[in-house]
C-alpha cells in the first residue's frame, strides 16, 4: 500500500497513519531520523514513527527544511483489515 502511494509521489515525505501513530517507511524514514532524529521501529523494513497528535509539530518542522509532505489516513478499522485480509 505504502508504494502504491509513493511511487506518484517521490518528492514528498508520506506520514502514513498506522492506529494512532504516524509511521514513515524507507527513505522517509532516513530523512526522518536524519533530520529530526526519529528512532527506527523494529520489523522487516526501515520505517520510524510517532505519536498522532505530533503530527503538526512535525509537519512543520519537515515543511521548513524544504520537505514537501503529504499524509495518509487510515480508514479502515483493525477489524475491517483483518477480515479483508482473511478474504485474500
Known amino acids: 500500500q505504502y508504494w502504491r502511494m509513493k511511487k506518484d509521489?517521490?518528492?514528498f515525505i508520506l506520514f502514513f497513519k498506522m492506529g494512532k501513530f504516524y509511521e514513515l517507511f524507507d527513505d522517509d524514514a532516513d530523512i526522518g531520523a536524519r533530520e529530526l532524529g526519529f528512532n527506527y521501529?523494529?520489523?522487516?523494513?526501515?520505517?520510524?514513527?510517532f505519536p498522532e497528535?505530533?503530527?503538526d509539530k512535525y509537519a512543520s518542522e519537515f515543511v521548513k527544511l524544504g520537505y514537501k509532505i503529504a499524509r495518509v489516513e487510515q480508514m479502515e478499522?483493525?477489524?475491517e483489515l483483518k477480515e479483508r485480509?482473511?478474504?485474500?
Open 41 to 49: 521501529m523494529s520489523g522487516k523494513r526501515r520505517h520510524t514513527g
Open 9 to 11: 509521489n517521490m518528492d
Open 53 to 55: 497528535g505530533g503530527f
Open 77 to 79: 478499522t483493525p477489524k
Open 85 to 88: 485480509n482473511k478474504q485474500a
